[in-house]
């Protein structure tokens, strides 16, 4: 039997969506009138609708792109980040009110409606 499932481009991670896809003709266009758009490449690439040369071409690019946001400090992990969620864990919980014994004045009566006056 065949698969099922169609052949994926380097780089893709999704479905290919249909020609009249809005997302599709928004990126398509955008890559079209500005190739080097970041966001463009990334789109087109993950979703396959690019050919096969110039999605490897655009992947390495993505890739290099990557590598060099890692390096300058994109990680995630910090020791500020970490320090800061130690000391927000041993906050002491607020009380929380009885919605019974607090009326915080929501209640409309049978006549209060907005814009009654104007009938």
Same mark, same amino acid.
């Given at each position: 039997m065949s698969d099922a499932a169609p052949k994926?481009?380097?780089?893709?991670?999704?479905?290919?969506?249909?020609?009249?896809?809005?997302?599709?003709?928004?990126? =398509?266009?955008?890559?079209?009138?500005?190739p080097e @758009? %970041?966001?463009?490449? =990334?789109w087109c690439v993950s979703y396959g609708v690019l @050919? %096969?040369?110039?999605?490897?071409k655009i992947y390495k690019k993505i890739l290099k792109r990557k590598a060099a946001a890692k390096s300058v400090g994109g990680g995630s992990s910090s020791p500020v980040k970490s320090e800061k969620k130690k000391s927000s864990s041993k906050?002491?919980?607020k009380k929380v009110m009885d919605d019974v014994e607090f009326d915080a004045g929501m209640g409309a009566g049978g006549d209060e409606g907005i814009g009654i006056g104007a009938l």
């Open positions: 994926q481009k380097i780089g893709q991670k999704h479905p290919t969506p249909t020609p009249g896809n809005g997302d599709r003709v928004f990126y =398509e266009t955008l890559y079209n009138q500005r @758009s %970041e966001m463009a490449q =990334e @050919s %096969e040369e110039d999605a490897a906050k002491k919980a």
